[in-house]
T-cell receptor
Framework: AQSVTQPDIHITVSEGASLELRCNYSYGATPYLFWYVQSPGQGLQLLLK??????LVQGIKGFEAEFKRSQSSFNLRKPSVHWSDAAEYFCAVGHNDMRFGAGTRLTVKP | GAGVSQSPRYKVAKRGQDVALRCDPISGHVSLFWYQQALGQGPEFLTY????????KSGLPSDRFFAERPEGSVSTLKIQRTQQEDSAVYLC???????????????FGDGTRLSIL
């Protein structure tokens, strides 16, 4: 069965510092992988997706993620975090019955 | 409209009451999905439709949960005889297509926060 693990429940970084959010997945075939961001009281906004091809995927707001099949990982990165990036981040895998991780809450220190 | 619209935004009900949650997908979107998000958790898949056909309802937690999309557009999620454990945010998403063409991402509404007293 497909599943997603986000090992970090909460991460705090300073504004301007780099960021990496971890995601590990379990999937029987070539996975469709996603990162979503959720602000309080809001729905989920798609940051980026991976279906096939280049394993380094560029998304919106300066985010990127790298698919590593050997490690079953799809970590999200950003070189310089802005205060407005503070939110909850979800990794997800699948097609129609998409499975989400439990999320990582990002706090940005001024 | 420009995005997925869900109503009401907030719903409070007493245990045992029936509730109905509405989702208006993006115009022209074929696929529609429902998720349940408990406090502090990621969304959990409930069910999805392709047009009016409910193709997967494996995530519905019990037979008290029922979803429909009779004309292939608006969808309603109904919960009968609500229990306290039904308290959660219910998210709806829509996409242009489904199936093996996963190149169509899901667009989410802001959700309905359901509280059962």
């Amino acid at each position: 069965a497909q599943s997603v693990t986000q090992p970090d429940i909460h991460i705090t970084v300073s504004e301007g510092a780099s960021l990496e959010l971890r995601c590990n997945y379990s999937y029987g075939a070539t996975p469709y992988l996603f990162w979503y961001v959720q602000s309080p009281g809001q729905g989920l906004q798609l940051l980026l997706k991976y279906f096939s091809g280049d394993t380094l995927v560029q998304g919106i707001k300066g985010f990127e993620a790298e698919f590593k099949r050997s490690q079953s990982s799809f970590n999200l990165r950003k070189p310089s975090v802005h205060w407005s990036d503070a939110a909850e981040y979800f990794c997800a895998v699948g097609h129609n019955d998409m499975r989400f991780g439990a999320g990582t809450r990002l706090t940005v220190k001024p | 409209g420009a995005g997925v619209s869900q109503s009401p935004r907030y719903k409070v009900a007493k245990r045992g009451q029936d509730v109905a949650l509405r989702c208006d997908p993006i115009s022209g979107h074929v696929s529609l999905f429902w998720y349940q998000q408990a406090l502090g958790q990621g969304p959990e898949f409930l069910t999805y439709f392709q047009n009016e056909a409910q193709l997967d309802k494996s995530g519905l937690p019990s037979d008290r949960f029922f979803a429909e999309r009779p004309e292939g557009s608006v969808s309603t999620l109904k919960i009968q005889r609500t229990q306290q454990e039904d308290s959660a945010v219910y998210l709806c998403a829509s996409s242009l297509a489904t199936g093996e063409d996963g190149n169509q991402p899901q667009h989410f509404g802001d959700g309905t926060r359901l509280s059962i007293l």
